[in-house]
């Protein structure tokens, strides 16, 4: 059942200016949509006369809040009320449906938040009404009220006037003070499901005279995610810019969603581990002009179908036959930790800072791809090698010099008696080709193979001031060790101690460093960090980096000094 205008029908000119969600709204208890336990409550208080002296409801935008206080509003000064609701044929219906009467007043408290508008109300409140039986005060967005105006409006909204009703409406209860909502009732509207969406949206179009394809109203439905209004706005833009029919085709090129093929496409590739072609198909769409956003949110959709079909929530599934038929036959394929992760990472992708950019999508594509091509299982002893081979590539211009620190890493090896000389830059050139190939040679321990998984999943985390990974690669695998329930993590470089001590005293690094250690390991763990070389190895480098800008810069990121050079 549609709603009404509630305009005067012989204003002519003012109807046909109106948009959908003002035309078309609800005129009493009956249209309202998908607030079935709210409507029915509020017609029972109002055919017994039990109305409320004040009422909060709280809820997401377009779900009908200011929509239902205007017809409580309504409903209290009709002259002939039928079960409950307003007749709709009375001077005062038709008065208020115009506009123009005189006892409701909305004031919107984002602008009118103050102490001083408060005050205004709690004057003006004690006046009869001038031409209904009650006054009503409508306040929308009442969590905007600053503390002061909102203390000053406990009283009035305590013990108003018998006359005078108040009706708050919000989006935000948490924010309004608990002194405020228990002196009110509380409704709380829910978000209206898309076939009751769809519903309200086919009865609009017919009683418009325009033909509209039923999988376009559809889409719009699931688009509007439950906001009648943005569903009413979005029809209206179909209908104006068409010339009387609306297709999918057109509600697609609308929204930006390229026919879903190029996000169903991407979920195949995704859910396969085929990097190349999720790759190709991210780049494709962006290339095309579709909008990345929409294309994130439609790929989240169907990656989240892809769970309910997996563990038989069919029911839940809001899309095509054909759309769902095509993941029924992908899911059989599949095992489950899979999907769970792909739609983790892809769901836990930030598009609204960077939207034209594809780096965000491509780098999930990357991390979903890359992960699923081995399940979660203990680490085995062919991963160390690149692990190990990485820091000489780092420390390869520099062959002829050696740090200070870096001696004792080598003890308890063959070259451990060559760097007894006490120079540093005469016995640095040796001791650095013995010990270029030992860490490859020397097997690591399973401990410190999944240490080396912790540390790759915390170099994309970034803790307070550092990289986490960098700082923490400073930590070789074999120096780590767990004691009880202590971990402890042995430093090289007294830079980087201090540093990643730094983070771990912020809560938030901590706990990043705790999960990545915990779904490692699969054991959660107290952190003490100690300096493997010995309190001496790295004080003239813990020096020079807190005297240097630049060095403070290159620690930071993972780097390390070899040697400080006096002059």
Not at 72 to 87: E, H, R, T, Y
Not at 242 to 267: I, P
Not at 358 to 363: A, D, G, K, Q, S
């Amino acid at each position: 059942m549609t709603g009404q205008a509630l305009t005067d029908p012989a204003d002519t000119s003012t109807a046909t200016a109106q948009v959908f969600y003002r035309k078309w709204r609800p005129s009493n208890f009956n249209q309202l949509v998908g607030q079935e336990h709210v409507s029915t409550t509020l017609r029972q208080s109002i055919k017994q006369g039990r109305v409320s002296h004040s009422y909060l409801f709280c809820g997401p935008r377009g779900s009908g809040k200011t929509t239902t206080a205007r017809i409580i509003a309504k409903a209290v000064n009709c002259l002939d009320v039928q079960d409950g609701d307003p007749c709709d044929a009375c001077a005062n219906c038709r008065t208020i449906n115009a506009g123009r009467f005189m006892d409701i007043i909305e004031l919107d408290a984002a602008s009118n938040r103050g102490i001083d508008e408060i005050r205004d109300i709690r004057d003006k409140v004690n006046f009869a009404p001038a031409q209904g039986l009650r006054k009503v005060y409508i306040i929308d967005e009442a969590h905007m009220l600053t503390d002061a105006a909102s203390n000053a409006f406990l009283k009035t909204l305590e013990e108003p006037p018998a006359h005078v009703i108040f009706v708050l409406c919000t989006t935000e209860a948490h924010k309004i003070l608990p002194t405020i909502i228990s002196r009110c009732q509380r409704f709380d509207f829910r978000r209206i499901a898309s076939d009751l969406v769809y519903g309200r949206l086919a009865d609009i179009t017919e009683d418009e005279g325009v033909n509209v394809d039923p999988e376009a109203l559809r889409l719009v439905a699931r688009h509007a995610s439950g906001s009648l209004r943005d569903a009413e706005n979005l029809l209206e833009q179909l209908v104006v810019s068409s010339d009387g029919s609306v297709s999918l085709k057109q509600v697609e090129e609308l929204l930006g969603l390229d026919n879903g093929e190029s996000s169903l496409e991407l979920v195949k590739y995704l859910l396969m581990g085929n990097t190349s072609a999720a790759l190709t198909a991210v780049n494709r769409a962006a290339w095309a002009g579709v909008d990345l956003r929409q294309m994130h949110r439609q790929s989240t959709e169907l990656l989240r179908a892809v769970m309910h079909l997996q563990w038989g929530s069919e029911n839940a599934v809001d899309l095509p036959d054909d759309v769902t038929a095509q993941l029924k036959e992908l899911v059989g394929n599949l095992p489950p930790w899979r999907i769970v992760r792909s739609l983790k990472v892809w769901g836990d992708v930030n598009m609204r800072y960077d939207a034209p950019s594809t780096l965000p999508l491509e780098l999930a594509v990357v991390e979903i791809c890359e992960d699923t091509a081995s399940p979660p299982a203990p680490a085995n002893t062919a991963t160390p090698p690149p692990q190990a081979a990485a820091p000489p590539r780092a420390a390869a211009p520099p062959p002829q010099r050696q740090p200070t620190q870096r001696q004792p890493a080598n003890d308890g090896r063959p070259a451990a008696a060559r760097p007894a000389a006490t120079p540093p830059r005469q016995t640095a050139g040796q001791p650095d080709t013995q010990r270029r190939p030992a860490p490859i040679a020397e097997p690591i321990s399973e401990l410190g193979a999944q240490w080396q998984a912790a540390v790759k999943v915390l170099g994309r985390h970034k803790g307070k001031k550092y990289n986490l990974g960098a700082l923490l690669r400073d930590c070789r695998p074999n120096a780590v060790s767990v004691e009880g329930q202590t971990m402890v993590l042995g430093f090289s470089n007294k830079a980087n101690l201090e540093r990643m001590q730094e983070e771990m005293d912020d809560p938030g690094s901590r706990r990043r460093v705790s999960e990545a250690v915990t779904g490692s390991f699969g054991a959660t763990y107290e952190f003490r960090l100690v300096l493997a070389n010995g309190p001496g190895a790295t004080a003239n480098t813990a020096k020079t980096a807190q005297q240097s800008s630049l060095v403070r810069t290159a620690l930071g990121m993972g780097a390390r000094v070899l040697e400080e050079i006096e002059e």
